[in-house]
């Protein structure tokens, strides 16, 4: 199954309508692992989210430290 590109605004709808209580800075988390895993390169939305991202993890982060937000992200936009 292909990965599709979806915009930053496009995700943050969709988790919304997930989980209406999550906390901003955990929706903004699950966008930018779910960007650095998925993007397709440099003319890709997901690049753009990424490369445009207020989330900045630190040097030995290696994905979101709460995965439900990120699973919905893969679940939804067919990783």
């Not at 930053?8 to 699950?30: H, N, P």
């Not at 779910?34 to 989210?49: E, I, R």
Request: charged share 25%.
């Amino acid at each position: 199954m292909a990965i599709k590109d979806p915009t930053k605004d496009e995700m943050v709808a969709f988790l919304e309508t997930i989980d209406a209580s999550a906390d901003a800075f955990d929706i903004e988390e699950a966008i930018y692992w779910f960007a650095h895993h998925y993007h397709g390169g440099q003319s890709s939305n997901l690049y753009s989210v990424l490369s445009t991202s207020d989330y900045h993890p630190g040097p030995l982060c290696r994905g979101p430290e709460d995965t439900f937000l990120y699973r919905e992200l893969e679940d939804e936009y067919g990783a």
